[in-house]
Nanobody, 120 residues
Framework: QVQLVESGGGLVQPGGSLRLSCAAS????????MRWYRQAPGKERELVAT???????NHADSIKGRFTISRDNAKDAVYLQMNSLKPEDTAVYYC??????????????WGQGTLVTVSS
């Protein structure tokens, strides 16, 4: 009953930028921590960044200084600004959120992913 939908992925050249968006919809009372994960072929899913409801953030060392997570609580959305992209950033990026569904059911929700390809 709660869905996350990612958008903004695509093909970019090394050094380029993309901004990923994730919008939540459904019977939502509140959204707590939101996260971005990624998974490349042959690799396990990796936590990229997290942001709390109060906008405290944490970023993985692999993307530190290049990616920035943010959120808009009024829009039930989370974003990932990706700069200075590298080929190793190529992956399917997934939005994840801890959600309290109305009136008080706690859920962990995943989006279906958006593909980011960094290649010349």
């Amino acid at each position: 009953q709660v869905q996350l939908v990612e958008s903004g992925g695509g093909l970019v050249q090394p050094g380029g930028s993309l901004r990923l968006s994730c919008a939540a919809s459904g019977s939502i009372f509140s959204i707590n921590t939101m996260r971005w994960y990624r998974q490349a072929p042959g690799k396990e899913r990796e936590l990229v960044a997290t942001v709390t409801r109060g906008s405290s953030t944490n970023h993985a060392d692999s993307i530190k200084g290049r990616f920035t997570i943010s959120r808009d609580n009024a829009k039930d959305a989370v974003y990932l600004q990706m700069n200075s992209l590298k080929p190793e950033d190529t992956a399917v990026y997934y939005c994840n959120a801890d959600v309290t569904s109305w009136p008080r059911e706690y859920l962990e929700v995943w989006g279906q992913g958006t593909l980011v390809t960094v290649s010349s």
